[in-house]
């Protein structure tokens, strides 16, 4: 294994624990899968990419910087020395489950009219 794919993956897996995601392949190939609109990849490429065996094309890296909300760049070389100034992401909730955090950013995803019939819908739910 590669130093330069062993430290892609130790990015990866940390950019994954701070958005609140366990660094499994699985949960990664659930996810990345869900957001990538091109051909879908395997589970072993995401165990490549977690094992330090493998770094995704700029497609790919391009999802996974948007998913974890991290700039493409630094997920794939690292962070300069000077860090510049972001936005801290509010961590989930403890307890809360990746398929639980799938469903609500596939919600924030919707268009507004949309949104707004899963919200009467989960109301309507609520109060029965």
């Not at 955090?101 to 309507?124: M, Q, S, W, Y």
Request: cysteine-free.
């Amino acid at each position: 294994m590669s130093d330069e794919r062993e430290k892609f993956s130790q990015r990866l897996t940390q950019a994954m624990q701070q958005s609140g995601y366990e660094p499994r392949p699985a949960v990664l190939f659930r996810l990345f899968n869900a957001k990538y609109r091109g051909r879908s990849v395997s589970f072993q490429t995401t165990s490549r990419w977690l094992g330090g065996r493998g770094i995704p094309a700029q497609d790919k890296l391009q999802v996974l910087a948007d998913l974890f909300g991290i700039e493409p760049h630094a997920l794939r070389f690292g962070l300069p020395h000077r860090s510049r100034v972001a936005e801290p992401r509010t961590p989930w909730p403890a307890g809360t489950g990746s398929r639980e955090r799938h469903v609500i950013e596939t919600f924030l995803a919707l268009p507004p009219k949309r949104r707004e019939l899963v919200a009467e819908l989960v109301k309507a739910l609520s109060e029965g």
